[in-house]
């Protein structure tokens, strides 16, 4: 069936670090793939997305490109701050799945100053 | 456009009693979604509607919990009888289908509902 697996958390970085939260699938066909950010108290906000392979979502800084080969969609950011402390869900559309997103657990990211 | 809309924003009942939940979607979406979350069980999808009709219910927990839909602007989840495991978060959440060159698809949630069965 479809799936996501996120990294496990928490994350802790230092401000200005690098970010990478790992992302990996399972998926009939050409899944779309989605980065949700949830900040403390509210509902899960779109990040970016990517529709087909090679495709690069970016938004804030944030970017994720959609690897077919290693069925993988990694989030990354070159200097983190510590407002982008938050929860992160990776999620996948099946084109068999009308609406529904298959979501992965989560993973929380604290930035320290 | 006013993003998706939930009432109450807290609600906070005793065990036994009937809460009802409600969300406007965002105006000219297909799809309509209801989740929740504990730190337990992380974000679960219970029931989705699409163009008011119900698609997929498997993740409803048990009859106390039902969802309707009347018109495109309005749902509903109501429990009935209430009790303290189904203290949690609960959202909703709206898409579109595909449409003028836009992918769709993307889920715009609400700020959720904090419920609390004392």
């Known amino acids: 069936g479809n799936s996501v697996t996120q990294m496990e958390g928490p994350v802790t970085l230092s401000e200005e670090a690098f970010l990478t939260i790992n992302c990996t699938y399972t998926?009939?066909?050409?899944?779309?793939l989605f980065w949700y950010v949830q900040y403390p108290g509210e509902g899960l906000q779109l990040l970016l997305k990517a529709t087909k392979a090679d495709d690069k979502g970016s938004n804030k800084g944030f970017e994720a490109t959609y690897r077919k080969e290693t069925t993988s969609f990694h989030l990354e950011k070159g200097s983190v701050q510590v407002s982008d402390s938050a929860v992160y869900f990776c999620a996948l559309r099946a084109g068999n799945q009308g609406g529904k997103l298959i979501f992965g657990q989560g993973t929380e990211l604290s930035v320290k100053p | 456009d006013a993003g998706v809309i939930q009432s109450p924003r807290h609600e906070v009942t005793e065990m036994g009693q009937e809460v009802t939940l409600r969300c406007k979607p965002i105006s000219g979406h297909d799809y309509l979604f209801w989740y929740r979350q504990t730190m337990m069980r992380g974000l679960e999808l219970l029931i989705y509607?699409?163009?008011?009709?119900?698609?997929?219910d498997s993740g409803m927990p048990e009859d106390r919990f039902s969802a309707k839909m009347p018109n495109a602007s309005f749902s509903t989840l109501k429990i009935q009888p209430s009790e303290p495991r189904d203290s949690a978060v609960y959202f909703c959440?709206?898409?579109?289908?595909?449409?003028?060159?836009?992918?769709?698809?993307?889920?715009?949630f609400g700020p959720g509902t904090r419920l609390t069965v004392t």
């Open positions: 509607f699409n163009n008011n009709v119900p698609i997929d």
């Open positions: 959440a709206s898409s579109s289908i595909p449409y003028r060159g836009r992918s769709g698809y993307e889920q715009y």
């Open positions: 998926a009939t066909g050409y899944p779309s």
